[in-house]
């Protein structure tokens, strides 16, 4: 079910959140939102891992976002914004959980419109491995893998240097091939 930013954003601690739609300013974050709506959650999925974790997150983050959108200098640089803000969100979200769920990821966090990963057992393997990682290094793979996102664009949306990127990924790969490889090596693999 698809839903629109003006769905997921109308309310806030059980009361209708105050988005003018009519004004332009409300009208030009309710056309951004909706533009981002998609990649945001299946980005905070593969962030939290939870399918109602990754809601809330976003959730909150289009609340926070429209909170803050008069700091929003330049409408063009929304999605970095607005990526930072959803990032941040899941982070504390993770911080404050404490727990870690070892669940699958759906076909529609893989990629968005179709699977290359074909056997379901080996989405199973690789979500379970992506569990284990700590939260930055989710972070990166999330960004890195899910959103295409290049190391110069993740280090811009994270505010972190390129190198602290490449760290980060090589450590959450290394990580990532250690668990499938031993995944392989028990025969769960085929």
Same mark, same amino acid.
């Given at each position: 079910?698809v839903?629109?930013s003006?769905e997921?954003?109308?309310v806030v ?5 105050e ?16 533009e ?12 939290v891992r939870d399918?109602g974790?990754?809601?809330d ?14 700091t ?7 999605e970095?914004?607005?990526?930072? =803000?959803?990032?941040n *969100?899941?982070?504390? +979200? @993770?911080?404050? !959980?404490?727990r870690?769920?070892?669940?699958? &990821?759906s %076909? ?24 284990m ?6 972070v990166?793979?999330?960004l ?15 505010? =972190?240097?390129v190198? *602290?990127?490449?760290? +980060? @990924?090589?450590? !959450? ?6 668990? &499938?490889? %031993? ?8």
């Amino acid at each position: 079910m698809v839903r629109q930013s003006s769905e997921v954003i109308d309310v806030v601690d059980g009361r209708p959140l105050e988005v003018d739609k009519t004004s332009e300013r409300g009208a030009a974050f309710l056309r951004l939102a909706n533009e981002h709506l998609d990649a945001s959650y299946r980005l905070a999925r593969a962030i939290v891992r939870d399918p109602g974790e990754a809601q809330d997150a976003t959730h909150d983050a289009f609340v926070q976002a429209w909170r803050k959108w008069s700091t929003l200098r330049d409408p063009a640089l929304f999605e970095r914004w607005f990526d930072r =803000i959803l990032v941040n *969100t899941c982070r504390n +979200r @993770l911080d404050r !959980a404490s727990r870690w769920h070892l669940t699958d &990821i759906s %076909a529609e966090v893989v990629l968005g419109s179709g699977d290359p990963i074909s056997d379901s057992h080996e989405r199973d393997v690789i979500g379970s491995a992506i569990a284990m990682l700590t939260p930055d290094h989710r972070v990166v793979v999330a960004l890195r893998y899910y959103r295409d996102f290049t190391l110069e664009e993740i280090a811009t949306r994270l505010e =972190i240097p390129v190198g *602290t990127v490449q760290s +980060r @990924l090589h450590y !959450a790969l290394k990580r990532l091939h250690a668990v &499938i490889e %031993a995944a392989d090596a028990k025969g769960t693999i085929r």
